[in-house]
């Protein structure tokens, strides 16, 4: 079934979407089969793609966007909420 | 003009330590970008042309990878993130759209799509993020030198000499990570500032390193003599004799005063004129122990416990606990370790604990209010900590206290955990020191009454600074404002170390302020008992006490105390330090 979700997500690591974040961000989004899309503005970025996601140039403290729309948008729009505002987890 | 001449250049000093080498000029040359339309019949072709240079660019990129596989994480991560860049699919669709759609070549529409992407970087002024520009660069320089046939790495560095300094305009991390398999002396480039990948992989190999010195590089001549002073961020080419005596001499200077401090790190911390203060490593995971010993730490005087939580969906059972723990005990021997009690919330990660999203979480739900409403986390924590006890000089260190009352409820848990292991016949250990950290305002306060019933402080200035001086120094706004040496701080810090000595219990240190040499004197002077830091700061801080002395320390508190403007008293350390520092080298 599809489905959509949206949420309001925090950039707290002190780097912002750098490098390593965004490749990390990238490579969870892409297990996801729903479309993924962060906003920043008027900016839309494909969140299965590093270009797209470095191409916002979120540092800390930006406001986005998190938007899925697919079977499992409502999962993917969660697993990534947590690991941005956990600011990385992986990636110390 | 006589090329030979000698020629100084400023940059900024990105790792310390000074090299006298040869320049090895590290030239990929220019990448050529042809341009030429095609005939619409011809895109098809194109197109696959485009592919086979990524998946060159990409078998390229995993080669390295291979190769520097055990190189540390670091590097690994940043070749993955090149990896993925030059396959992005985003950005291979919309050159594939320039080419059939403009009719451009392959070389042409990378350029502009890269030139696009790179184009947005230009307006930012974070500095970090503004930097990823050459991240972007290098892999559209990659695909393009596939699709014109050059070579996209260095391909002679086996004519590195054993006295090679790299010379660049700009290093791409794959460069960097090349070069690192061969001893280089220092690097030196026109580009990047302190946060480039340059600059991160000098200090993680010791290696001098001077970033933004321009023109060096059309400058430089190959196997030219060069000095390279990452101290000061000088770059010396072709010195004269005078220099070249200059530079010899710092080079010494430097390497004699990092061994003096490794070799010294045994000796015990004591002012000249015989004061002692115990110099303690703070650590995250048992298996840091062996490096805060080995550079002279001679307690842990802040075990966090948090990495515990991290990364996983449930929470740590006792038994995990208590198996942690012991480790650290096992190693420390008799030597006091400090555990702090869960301290998440706020600025830190979340892990499985599930927080509900708070407004301000540095004044919200965090560390032993968090434990005192989730007891049985905080129970199964202390419970582990009593059992490991048994095999180590265990002291356990309640954060975030706030007054009388939860450091009191706190205390309660541990004694109702002791009751029930003593009931069940665990054997865990009894008369554990318990004590707190000293960073909240209103505990700084009633230190005095607090003292009586902790059996030892410890100040976590960090956070007392921030709650003290209401700033948050992650907030690039006000971070200016953040001052250690603000009148109101040295007062509560004053207050907390006056407290603690009437009621005869130890008092330490352990946020940044103690592995910084700049505030030494000051803690030496209000008398605290242990200064515990980051392993690495331990030889230098033990080496810096060793060399004064408690009189003079003392004197210099009680005159910044007289201070009302945090400016003089920044002045007056400043001038101490100066004083002092002439005898030390380069420290």
Redesign the interface.
């Known amino acids: 079934m599809k489905s959509t979700a949206t949420q309001k997500v925090l950039i707290n690591n002190d780097l912002g979407l750098h490098l390593r974040a965004a490749g990390i961000l990238v490579q969870v989004a892409t297990d996801f089969q729903s479309e993924i899309t962060l906003r920043r503005g008027p900016t839309e970025a494909n969140a299965k793609s590093i270009m797209s996601v470095l191409s916002l140039a979120a540092g800390k403290g930006t406001e986005l966007t998190l938007a899925a729309e697919g079977e499992d948008a409502v999962r993917a729009v969660e697993t990534l909420t947590k690991l941005i505002e956990g600011g990385f987890a992986h990636s110390p | 003009m006589n090329e030979s001449r000698p020629q100084v250049f400023r940059g900024v000093g990105a790792s310390p330590g000074v090299a006298i080498g040869r320049v090895f000029l590290l030239d990929r040359g220019e990448v050529r970008v042809p341009r030429y339309h095609l005939a619409p019949e011809e895109a098809t072709k194109e197109v696959a042309r485009l592919r086979a240079a990524i998946d060159a660019s990409v078998a390229q990129l995993d080669a390295i990878r291979a190769r520097c596989m055990g190189d540390g994480l670091e590097h690994q ?2 070749l ?2 090149h990896t ?2 030059v396959q ?4 291979r669709e919309e050159i594939e759209g320039l080419i059939q759609n403009e009719n451009l070549n392959a070389e042409w529409a990378v350029n502009r799509v890269i030139g696009r ?1 790179r184009g ?2 230009d307006q ?1 002024t ?1 500095a ?2 503004k930097e ?1 520009r050459g ?2 660069d290098f ?1 559209g320089e990659r695909i393009i030198r596939n699709l014109v046939g050059q070579h996209a790495d260095i391909s002679d560095m086996a004519a590195l000499g054993d006295d090679a300094i790299v010379v660049a305009r700009d290093l791409s991390p794959v460069d960097t990570a090349l070069l690192t398999r061969h001893t280089v002396l220092a690097f030196v480039t026109e580009m990047g500032g302190k946060t480039s990948h340059t600059s991160i992989i000098a200090r993680s190999l010791e290696v001098p390193a001077v970033v933004g010195a321009k023109g060096i590089f059309d400058a430089a001549g190959s196997q030219d003599v060069i000095v390279v002073d990452g101290l000061d961020g000088t770059v010396m080419l072709r010195p004269s004799r005078t220099q070249l005596e200059r530079g010899r001499r710092r080079a010494q200077n430097y390497q004699r005063s990092t061994l003096e401090l490794l070799q010294a790190k045994g000796l015990p911390a004591r002012t000249k004129d015989d004061r002692y203060v115990q110099v303690a490593g703070n650590i995250e995971l048992p298996s840091e122990v062996p490096s805060v010993l080995g550079r002279g730490g001679e307690a842990i005087g802040l075990y966090r416990t948090e990495y515990m939580f ?2 996983r969906r449930d929470v740590p059972t006792e038994q995990e606990h208590y198996e942690t723990y012991r480790q650290v005990f096992e190693h420390m021997g008799a030597r006091s370790v400090t555990v702090r009690t869960l301290d998440l919330g706020g ?1 830190k ?3 499985p604990l599930h927080f509900d999203t708070e407004a301000n979480p540095a004044l919200g739900l965090r560390a032993i209010r968090y434990c005192l409403e989730h007891r049985t986390i905080f129970e199964a924590q202390i419970a582990g900590l009593l059992r490991a006890g048994l095999h180590g000089n265990l002291r356990i260190m309640l954060p975030m206290i706030s007054g009388m009352e939860e450091f009191l409820a706190a205390k309660e848990v541990i004694a109702d955990v002791q009751n029930r292991l003593t009931e069940a016949g665990v054997p865990h250990r009894q008369n554990i020191p318990v004590g707190m950290m000293i960073e909240v305002p209103s505990a700084a306060l009633c230190a005095k009454a607090l003292a009586v019933e902790a059996d030892f402080f410890s100040i976590g200035t960090n956070d007392l600074m921030q709650y003290l001086l209401a700033i948050d120094r ?2 690039e706004r006000v971070a200016h404002l953040y001052r250690p040496l603000h009148p109101a701080v040295l007062r509560v810090l004053k207050l907390i170390v006056d407290a603690a000595k009437e009621a005869n219990i130890d008092v330490s240190i352990c946020g940044e302020m103690a592995g910084d040499i700049d505030f030494t004197p000051i803690l030496l002077g209000l008398g605290v008992s242990v200064l515990s830091m980051n392993m690495g700061s331990i030889p230098k801080i033990k080496r810096l006490v060793r060399e004064l002395h408690q009189s003079e320390c003392e004197a210099l508190l009680a005159a910044a105390m007289e201070c009302v403007h945090v400016r003089e008293t920044e002045a007056m350390v400043r001038h101490f330090m100066l004083k002092h520092l002439l005898t030390l080298g380069a420290l």
Not at chain 2, 88 to 91: G, K, P, W
């Open positions: 991560n940043i993955e993130a993925m860049m992005d699919r985003s950005m992407i947005l970087f930012l974070d970090y993020l990823r991240d972007i892999t991290l990364g600025d990660l979340m892990g992650t907030n």
